[in-house]
């Protein structure tokens, strides 16, 4: 028998500036740290994760971009305090879907986020003025054609289903496979509740047609339910 009442998720009014680590991202992305070296490596939505500012020391070639780049320092700082207060609530108020296996525990977690948030910062002005960080957003980028040998784009995609419809969804994998001369990876493939997007199907055969080819693959990282797949777009 079904349950009268939806499953628990997370309640986000809008896409939250929260982000992960270097090494966050090889878990729940599902590549190797020594994949990047050489590569030209875009990380799409990327808020105030350290992705970008630690790649350089592995040997990549990264740009971010964020609706939000070309703000301030101290704007993007006031963002971080807000967003990461609230999503520490809601995680908080949720912690039954938590599931530790990434991260010990709660504390754990909102170290290595805050510690994510910190180094963006200390990044952020010079590698804004050098072209690391770039403003846009999905379904459009100002990148050019297959700009991009590896493109990231975390905790966007499926999981705020809810606020983005298909056609947005459909337009933004084709503009990521657009940019990117290899691989697309998007994770995780689920929404706030962690239950599986309810489109899925229709967006791979959409996709195929337009000869992308987009398959789901299994990760070794889970924060809550349904995080432990991440898809990857080839086209």
């Known amino acids: ?50 992705f970008t500012a630690e ?4 040997g ?10 070309g703000f301030k320092p101290q704007a993007l700082a006031t963002y971080v305090q807000l967003d990461y207060d609230r999503m520490f609530r809601e995680m908080r108020r949720l912690e039954s879907l938590l599931t530790y296996q990434y991260f010990p525990s709660f504390a754990a ?12 910062l200390a990044d952020y002005a010079d590698g804004f003025v050098q072209g690391r960080y770039v403003g846009g957003a999905l379904p459009r980028l100002p990148f050019p054609d297959k700009g991009f040998d590896l493109t990231l784009c975390a905790h966007l995609l499926f999981l705020y289903a809810a606020r983005f419809d298909y056609v947005w969804h459909l337009a933004a994998c084709r503009e990521l496979v657009r940019v990117t001369a290899g691989e697309v990876r998007i994770h995780p493939v689920c929404g706030l509740g962690g239950q599986p997007y309810p489109e899925l199907a229709r967006l791979q055969a959409d996709l195929r047609a337009m000869g992308i080819a987009a398959q789901v693959i299994q990760v070794d990282y889970k924060f809550f339910a349904g995080t432990d797949t991440t898809m990857v777009l080839t086209g």
């Open 55 to 58: 790649a350089r020391g592995h």
């Open 109 to 120: 977690a909102e170290a290595s986020r805050r510690s994510a948030a910190a180094r963006f």
């Open 60 to 69: 990549a070639i990264p740009v971010a971009v964020d609706p939000l780049y």
């Open 1 to 50: 028998m079904s349950s009268l009442f939806p499953p628990p998720s997370l309640q986000l009014p809008s896409v939250a500036f929260f982000g992960r680590t270097f090494d966050e991202y090889c878990q729940c992305l599902g590549f190797n740290r020594s994949a990047v070296r050489g590569c030209r490596v875009l990380d799409v939505a990327a808020g105030p994760s350290s």
